[in-house]
């Protein structure tokens, strides 16, 4: 994928604050420091376009990025969502996250699938799968990624993402992040979830 621009457009901790939408969006969900502003640079070819860190926690609120690409041509946002189950925070905070999340995926009209993202040596787990369930239930699609591949030897991924997929019943994609592994195919998948075809040269607007 030939990405023509990508640049931060706006972060809000309410979700009125998000700047109405105008085109197709796609968010990234999952646990806290699973790799998801990672993965989300990764496809954007971008080192540092969406911030990073080693410590859990990181991203707190919404997070609203425009990105432009070639063949197909298209507009597209990305949303970064600050990731839950982090322990150590307290029970005010996960209580705020879980009600701005859900504010976040039933009131965003433009929002096309959410990215559900795990770390290939865990898999889905308890607040991942609950988070699946509640997608279904509001029939929002969800797009199942297993990240952080390249932590597993060469001859250790393939089955690796084959027992996540088993696990969950459903095709996950399996990705590195940070290596950019199997982030073409990844693409493809976004963009078909967006509604935005391959011969499609027209911008999408909702
Ligand atoms: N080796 C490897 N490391 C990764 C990968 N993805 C993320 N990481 C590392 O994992 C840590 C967390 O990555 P982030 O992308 O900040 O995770 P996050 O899910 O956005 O974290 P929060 O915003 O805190 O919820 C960082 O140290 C990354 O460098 C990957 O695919 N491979
Ligand atoms: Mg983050």
């Known amino acids: 994928m030939k990405i023509r621009d990508a640049t931060f457009l706006a972060s809000a ?35 540092n376009l969406v911030r990073t860190s080693g410590k859990p926690g990181c991203t707190r609120a919404l997070n609203l990025f ?18 839950y189950g982090y322990a150590r925070r307290s029970k ?3 209580k705020a996250w879980g009600e701005l999340i859900e504010k976040f995926l039933v009131t965003r009209p ?9 770390d290939v040596r865990r898999g889905f787990e308890r607040d991942d799968r609950e ?3 509640f997608l279904n239930h509001i029939n929002l699609r969800s797009i199942l990624v297993a990240t952080k591949l390249d932590k597993l030897p060469k001859n250790e991924q393939k089955l690796a993402v ?13 990705v590195s992040g940070v290596k950019r592994d ?4 990844l ?14 040269g027209a911008k999408q607007k909702l």
């Open 13 to 47: 901790d309410i979700v009125t604050g998000l700047p109405a939408p105008v085109f197709a969006e796609i968010a990234f969900a999952g646990r806290s420091n699973v790799g998801k502003s990672s993965l989300m640079n990764g496809l954007l070819v971008r080192k």
């Open 66 to 83: 425009r990105i432009e690409t070639l063949e197909p041509e298209a507009t597209i946002d990305f949303v970064d969502l600050p990731g």
């Open 92 to 94: 005010t905070e996960r």
């Open 110 to 118: 433009g929002l096309r699938a959410v990215v559900c993202i795990v």
């Open 131 to 133: 988070l699946i369930e």
């Open 162 to 174: 084959q027992a996540v997929t088993k696990a969950i019943g459903r095709p996950v994609h399996g």
């Open 182 to 185: 199997g982030l073409d195919k």
């Open 187 to 200: 693409w493809r998948t976004l963009l078909r979830a967006a509604s935005i075809g391959e011969t499609d």
